[in-house]
T-cell receptor
């Protein structure tokens, strides 16, 4: 199957700092990537849809100025959590859409904000 | 209208048993129905997927049964093993650049 990587796999930061998470499709091109957030023992919550070369589409309730998404190439999307606070601590997962409509997920990034 | 309802929330089976997880959907525009397996601290891994033009798909020990008229689909795991203990999510999506709609997940425990 197709491989999606995320970096970093975990990050600890101080409150007020910004954190960038990278999502890469390693062996295929993805015009569309998605960013999810997952709390313990819960399902995945879609945050935004990232389309290459255009602005991301955010789900209702997700602050676009806080969660900046950039999809500058067909293999890379980034999520920047700006001015992070403890309530932003979560497991962030990206996915990339393949040609046959399948979605392949990255391994996730555990963010802890102190 | 976008919901996918998944049951049960948790499931315990003995090794060798056949756990069955069920999902139901409302939106008839959905045309892609995948199942994902997720271990703690890892991203979901695509297990098997089906489209509405077939009623069953089998890959190894995993089988999807699909009932278009009832708008339901289910995952069966044959000869389950302790290593299958994980959280399983069903999902659905429409054609195009639309996101997956996930069920709430089923925590499966396979005991030896």
């Amino acid at each position: 199957g197709a491989v999606v990587s995320q970096h970093p796999s975990w990050v600890i930061c101080k409150s007020g700092t910004s954190v960038k998470i990278e999502c890469r499709s390693l062996d295929f091109q993805a015009t569309t990537m998605f960013w999810y957030r997952q709390f313990p023992k819960q399902s995945l919550m879609l945050m935004a849809t990232s389309n290459e070369g255009s602005k991301a589409t955010y789900e209702q309730g997700v602050e676009k100025d806080k969660f900046l998404i950039n999809h500058a190439s067909l293999t890379l999307s980034t999520l920047t959590v700006t001015s992070a606070h403890p309530e932003d601590s979560s497991f962030y997962i990206c996915s990339a859409k393949g040609l046959a409509n399948e979605q392949f997920f990255g391994p996730g990034t555990r963010l802890t904000v102190l | 209208q976008q919901q996918v309802k998944q049951s049960p929330q948790s499931l315990i089976v003995q090794k060798g048993g056949i756990p069955i997880i069920n999902c139901a959907y409302e939106n008839t525009a959905f045309d892609y129905f995948p199942w994902y397996q997720q271990f703690p601290g890892k991203g979901p891994a695509l297990l098997i997927a089906i489209r509405p033009d077939v009623s069953e798909k089998k890959e190894g020990r995993f089988t999807i049964s699909f009932n278009k008229s009832a708008k339901q689909f289910s995952l069966h795991i044959m000869d389950s093993q302790p290593g299958d203990s994980a959280t399983y999510f069903c999902a659905a999506s429409m054609a195009g650049n639309t996101p997956l709609v996930f069920g709430k997940g089923t925590r499966l425990s396979v005991i030896a």
